[in-house]
């Protein structure tokens, strides 16, 4: 295992409906490392999620976290999903939808308020403690989820397409946010992404998968390390010659994957 690392994963592979939608993959996540995961649509970006949070354990291979072998899902894991109009309860308030994770855990009523607060203090959402998800803007909404996944204090952040469903705006704005929060709270964080810029804006590395790698190959098909100072701007970064290149790289390599 390599030193300092939060997540390892050995030769990962999985077996679904009776095929490997994930072929023997290895890499290693970093304490307070970004990494992202990118790939065509059905090459097991979610399914490999799923196995790094403990939500389904791998026919081959194994999970490590903090050296141990992961075999169920834990506290320390916090998963934000895309669909966060699924995610929320609609019948409970975003206090009460936060409350759910701090329930989960046992916290008693007094720090669960202040806890609560600091958390939505964190997401700029102070002022809608009391409204229900349907009173919501879907961006608000998802910070929401994020703000309920913080207050887990969890060490990992699973992160499955989380901006996904927003509009273009407003994922530049959660992207921004996000990026601020992992840095302040030291969070390891595992991001899927359908978008490339996103992955390199957001990451500290980019994992690339490939879909039906071919037998005996990985599903790991490119690794990326972004060399691309922080904290990041949407315009500076996205002019950064560093950005341009490996944005040229993952376009390459995902045009060709398709062939
Ligand atoms: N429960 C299941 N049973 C059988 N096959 C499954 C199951 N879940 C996923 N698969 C298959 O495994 C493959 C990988 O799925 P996965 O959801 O991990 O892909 P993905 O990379 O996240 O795709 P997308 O970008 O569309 O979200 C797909 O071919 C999918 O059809
Ligand atoms: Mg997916």
Same mark, same amino acid.
């Not at 895309?82 to 206090?95: C, F, H, I, N, S």
């Not at 409350?99 to 308020?113: F, H, K, P, Q, Y």
């Not at 969070?187 to 804006?201: C, Q």
């Given at each position: 295992?390599?030193?300092?690392?939060?997540?390892?994963?050995?030769?990962?592979?999985?077996?679904?409906?009776?095929?490997?939608?994930?072929?023997?993959?290895?890499?290693?996540?970093?304490?307070?490392?970004?990494?992202?995961?990118?790939?065509?649509?059905?090459?097991?970006?979610?399914?490999?999620?799923?196995?790094?949070?403990?939500?389904?354990?791998?026919?081959?291979?194994?999970?490590?976290?903090?050296?141990?072998?992961?075999?169920?899902?834990?506290?320390? &894991?916090? #998963? !934000?999903?895309? /669909?966060?109009?699924? $995610?929320?309860?609609?019948?409970?308030? *975003?206090?009460?939808?936060? +409350?759910?994770?701090?329930?989960?855990?046992?916290?008693?009523?007094?720090?669960?308020?202040?806890?609560?607060?600091?958390?939505?203090?964190?997401?700029?959402?102070?002022?809608?403690?009391?409204?229900?998800?349907?009173?919501?803007?879907?961006?608000?909404?998802?910070?929401?989820?994020?703000?309920?996944?913080?207050?887990?204090?969890?060490?990992?952040?699973?992160?499955?397409?989380?901006?996904?469903?927003?509009?273009?705006?407003?994922?530049?704005?959660?992207?921004?946010?996000?990026?601020?929060?992992?840095?302040?709270?030291?969070?390891? &964080?595992? #991001? !899927?992404?359908? /978008?490339?810029?996103? $992955?390199?804006?957001?990451?500290?590395? *980019?994992?690339?998968?490939? +879909?039906?790698?071919?037998?005996?190959?990985?599903?790991?098909?490119?690794?990326?390390?972004?060399?691309?100072?922080?904290?990041?701007?949407?315009?500076?970064?996205?002019?950064?010659?560093?950005?341009?290149?490996?944005?040229?790289?993952?376009?390459?390599?995902?045009?060709?994957?398709?062939?």
């Amino acid at each position: 295992m390599a030193p300092n690392a939060v997540l390892s994963i050995n030769q990962v592979s999985i077996h679904l409906g009776g095929r490997e939608v994930l072929s023997p993959t290895s890499f290693s996540v970093a304490r307070g490392e970004f990494v992202c995961i990118v790939g065509p649509s059905g090459c097991g970006k979610t399914t490999l999620l799923r196995a790094a949070s403990g939500l389904l354990i791998p026919a081959g291979g194994e999970v490590l976290r903090n050296g141990q072998r992961v075999t169920e899902p834990s506290r320390e &894991v916090a #998963f !934000v999903f895309q /669909d966060y109009g699924r $995610a929320l309860l609609p019948w409970r308030t *975003v206090e009460g939808n936060i +409350a759910l994770a701090l329930e989960a855990a046992g916290v008693r009523d007094m720090e669960r308020t202040s806890r609560i607060h600091d958390v939505l203090s964190k997401v700029g959402l102070v002022k809608h403690v009391h409204k229900f998800p349907s009173q919501l803007s879907g961006g608000m909404q998802q910070r929401v989820q994020i703000a309920r996944c913080l207050a887990q204090q969890p060490q990992v952040l699973m992160m499955d397409e989380p901006f996904g469903a927003l509009d273009a705006l407003t994922r530049q704005t959660l992207q921004d946010e996000l990026a601020r929060l992992v840095a302040s709270d030291g969070l390891t &964080v595992l #991001f !899927v992404t359908h /978008d490339l810029e996103e $992955a390199i804006y957001l990451g500290d590395r *980019v994992v690339a998968l490939q +879909a039906n790698p071919g037998p005996g190959r990985p599903s790991l098909a490119r690794m990326l390390d972004v060399n691309i100072p922080r904290p990041r701007t949407q315009l500076a970064t996205k002019e950064h010659p560093e950005f341009l290149r490996l944005r040229r790289e993952l376009f390459a390599f995902i045009e060709q994957s398709h062939d």
